[in-house]
């Protein structure tokens, strides 16, 4: 099983932007879709990003569509979220998620097998 460490998160103003990181070890990286979940304050966990193993595939939720972008490159075994024009609802702890399947991980937290330890992301207005 992969384990997760997150990096990259802060403070900004809004319409900032923020890259976070999440660095894989101890599996096979490359056979997993990843994913980025958020949880705010007094709010249940979120999708917000996910990536099939290849890269071919990518899942936004309609929240953070058209600001925010995921990659990964295996042979760093890193996945990233690029986040543009952020909005103070951005505000919340992000964490990084493995999973066997994309479609598991767009259905919500339950099915996720791995989770780093989460970054957080506060964005002022």
């Known amino acids: 099983q992969v384990q997760l460490t997150e990096s990259g998160g802060g403070s900004v103003q809004a319409g900032g932007s923020l890259r976070l990181s999440c660095a894989g070890s101890?599996?096979?990286?490359?056979?997993?879709?990843m994913g980025w979940f958020r949880q705010g304050p007094g709010k249940e966990r979120e999708f917000v990003a996910g990536i099939s193993w290849s890269g071919g595939g990518i899942d936004y939720a309609d929240s953070v569509k058209g600001r925010f972008t995921i990659s990964r490159d295996n042979a760093k075994n890193t996945v990233y979220l690029q986040m543009n024009t952020l909005k103070p609802e951005d505000t919340a702890v992000y964490l990084c998620a493995a999973d066997r399947f994309l479609s598991r991980m767009r259905g919500g937290p339950g099915g996720v097998q791995s989770w780093g330890q989460g970054t957080q992301v506060t964005v002022s207005s």
């Open positions: 101890g599996g096979t990286f490359r056979s997993y879709a």
